[in-house]
């Protein structure tokens, strides 16, 4: 079974700290996705990264950075968190392949609260 | 820009109706279709994925309809339990592009 994992499922952060929020896979995908969920809006793609050290703005990059070291992490980062930021991260990961497009495993979730 | 809407945003039906879930979208230009449930707090789980060239897709009590050319799809439920209470997103992959455009879900609860 694919497993996602988050580094954290609950975090509380102060206005203007700088926060890294982390995920794994451990399939060996190629792809790898954060989103922000929020009530009304729902999932957005913040970034994407399709190999190592390669990154890819998605709909709502700004105030956030990532970071791809390594094939299996991939880091979410908030250099200065601010109240807005509130909300739930979800990572996902994905391997490419015929017929495969779309197909993304999620982990379970960070619920990030700024305060 | 592709957008997906989901209608009605909450639904509460009957413990063992049968239910049917509506997504529609403004681009029929997709690779495929998902269905996903998402659990209270919790992340998401693939339900059914359409090809653009498929039709239908069945998994037990599920069946997912995809109509490309109006831009629609429904996820059908078979008489629903109290463990189907979750949330329903849908989402779409365009064609030669890895990302997903999610619509904002339907929350469902089937009432005992």
């Known amino acids: ?23 794994v896979q451990d399939m060996d995908h190629e792809n790898m996705f954060w989103y922000r969920q929020d009530p009304g809006l729902g999932l957005r793609l913040i970034y994407f990264s399709y190999d190592v050290k390669m990154k890819e703005k998605g709909d709502i990059p700004e105030g956030y950075s990532v970071s ?32 495969l497009a779309g197909v993304q495993y999620f982990g379970p979730g960070t619920r990030l609260l700024v305060l | 820009k592709q957008e997906v809407t989901q209608i009605p945003a909450a639904l ?19 690779y495929n279709l998902q269905w996903f449930r998402q659990d209270p707090g919790k992340g998401l789980t693939s339900l059914l994925l359409i090809q653009s ?60």
């Open chain 1, 1 to 23: 079974d694919v497993k996602v994992t988050q580094s954290s499922r609950y975090l509380v952060k102060r206005t203007g700290e700088k926060v890294f929020l982390e995920c």
């Open chain 1, 68 to 99: 791809r070291e390594k094939k299996e992490r991939f880091s979410l980062i908030l250099e200065s968190a601010s109240t807005n930021q509130t909300s739930m991260y979800l990572c996902a990961s994905s391997p490419i392949g015929p017929g």
């Open chain 2, 12 to 30: 509460s039906v009957p413990e063992g109706e049968n239910l049917v879930l509506n997504c529609s979208f403004t681009d029929s230009a997709i």
């Open chain 2, 53 to 112: 060239s498929q039709r239908e897709q069945t998994s037990g009590r599920l069946n997912a309809s995809l109509d490309k050319s109006s831009g629609r799809s429904t996820l059908y439920i078979a008489a629903s339990q109290p463990g189907d209470s979750a949330t329903y997103l849908c989402a779409v992959t365009p064609s030669g592009n890895e990302k997903l455009t999610f619509g904002t879900g339907t929350r469902l609860t089937i009432i005992p």
